[in-house]
């Protein structure tokens, strides 16, 4: 199993930023892909963003132009940095990963609210 530590989250105002890290307790070379998604109370966990291996991105319509996630192969981490965030963007955000063996992996979660 492999360890996922969320850093960040919070409370912020609408327009605002925050930004989001993940520590993965493995080296990112041994995982195809890596990334975040989100809860909101009452809906299903959907996907924000990931990136693969090969470095291919993948962003939810909803975040484009406004997230941008990014890794540190160095120090096995994988960011998420949110600018002008809106109330909709209020949701538990879960660190995620896939290994060569097709096994999931997620962290605890971590809060963010956004407030208008």
């Known amino acids: 199993q492999v360890q996922l530590v969320e850093l960040g989250g919070g409370k912020v105002q609408a327009g605002e930023s925050l930004r989001l890290s993940c520590v993965y307790g493995?080296?990112?070379?041994?995982?195809?892909?890596m990334g975040w998604y989100r809860q909101a109370p009452g809906k299903q966990r959907e996907l924000v963003a990931d990136?693969?291996?090969?470095?291919?991105?993948k962003y939810a319509d909803s975040v484009k132009g406004r997230f941008t996630i990014s890794r540190d192969n160095a120090k096995n981490t994988v960011d998420l940095l949110m600018n002008r965030l809106e109330p909709d963007d209020t949701a538990v955000y879960y660190c995620?990963?896939?290994?060569?063996?097709?096994?999931?992996?997620w962290g605890q979660g971590t809060q963010v609210t956004v407030s208008s």
């Open positions: 990136i693969t291996g090969g470095d291919s991105i």
């Open positions: 493995e080296s990112l070379f041994r995982l195809s892909v």
């Open positions: 995620y990963a896939r290994d060569f063996f097709f096994e999931q992996h």
